[in-house]
Nanobody, 126 residues
Framework: QVQLQESGGGLVQAGGSLRLSCAASGRIFSASTMGWFRQAPGKERDFVAAINWSGGTIEYETSVKGRFTISRDNAKNTVYLQMNSLKPEDTAVYYC???????????????????WGQGTQVTVSS
């Protein structure tokens, strides 16, 4: 069993930055691919970024490339999402997720992920 807890969300002006954290319980974290997803009001949950166990394979959704950075600290069982140059369209609930069956491959598909956090709200004002 893996439990995930996001933090770091909040209200920020356009152009600002936020750093999301996702703390995971369980020793399996270091062997899991981790992902960030987001769900805007009235929309489906979408892929944002994902990172494999070593950090050697990373994927980003096109609209966040160059602005968001995903990273992880396996010693702290934590994955991060640094978000810069935020835009109003980045407003959403952000979720972290763990794929405990995969360590080296990064998936963009939600169904590949086994555990999810409760989410943290990010609101970007114009």
């Amino acid at each position: 069993q893996v439990q995930l807890q996001e933090s770091g969300g909040g209200l920020v002006q356009a152009g600002g930055s936020l750093r999301l954290s996702c703390a995971a319980s369980g020793r399996i974290f270091s062997a899991s691919t981790m992902g960030w997803f987001r769900q805007a009001p009235g929309k489906e949950r979408d892929f944002v970024a994902a990172i494999n166990w070593s950090g050697g394979t990373i994927e980003y959704e096109t609209s966040v490339k160059g602005r968001f950075t995903i990273s992880r600290d396996n010693a702290k069982n934590t994955v991060y999402l640094q978000m810069n140059s935020l835009k109003p369209e980045d407003t959403a609930v952000y979720y972290c997720a763990a794929d405990v069956h995969t360590s080296s491959i990064v998936y963009r598909i939600q169904d590949e992920y086994d555990y999810w956090g409760q989410g943290t709200q990010v609101t970007v004002s114009s």
